[in-house]
């Protein structure tokens, strides 16, 4: 058994039901702040106009960022793919905590360094955990999808 299965194993085996409701919360929260970065476009605009040579950076980062956190919050609130869409969202978090006190303004949607903090230990911990018994993974796993016989009606 390799190590990524034995984190999943542990991280399975060691999930309490609360860590489901902060899961959810977190995964909420994500989608908001989604779209609050879609809503503060002119912070974005700001950045390119300061340094023209990131024009398709910023504009891969944006949609990146807009992506991530509206679709893996989405996710990581349903309990769907929870690993990875914590691991997705983990360095957006890490470049909000770099940019955070940046100038242009991008980043105000984590307006403190403590925020920011505490939503990447928490991406940190659901990319170990997973997403725990009240989740669409657990329902999956606990009802998977059975053979059916095709029939055939003869007309």
């Known amino acids: ?3 990524l299965q034995r984190v999943v194993r542990w991280g399975d085996a060691h999930h ?9 919360a977190l995964g909420l929260f994500l989608m908001s702040v989604g ?13 390119i106009n300061e340094s023209p040579a990131l024009v398709a950076a ?9 992506f991530v956190h509206i679709v893996g919050g989405l996710f990581i609130a349903m309990g769907l793919e929870t690993r990875f869409a914590a691991l997705l969202n983990i ?7 770099l ?12 307006p403190v360094l403590s925020l920011s903090a505490l ?8 990319a170990i955990t997973g997403s725990g018994r009240i ?21």
């Open 16 to 24: 309490p039901v609360w860590l489901s409701v902060v899961r959810i």
């Open 135 to 155: 989740s669409v993974d657990e329902f999956m796993r606990r009802h998977p999808e059975r053979k059916r016989k095709h029939t055939y009606i003869d007309f």
């Open 35 to 47: 779209v609050l970065f879609v809503m503060n476009r002119d912070a974005l605009d700001t950045m």
């Open 99 to 110: 940019f955070v006190q940046s100038r242009t303004g991008l980043f105000q949607v984590y």
């Open 58 to 66: 910023a504009f891969f980062i944006a949609h990146y960022i807009v």
């Open 119 to 126: 939503v990447l230990v928490l991406l940190i911990i659901f």
């Open 91 to 97: 360095p957006i978090l890490l470049g909000a905590m």
């Open 1 to 3: 058994m390799n190590t």
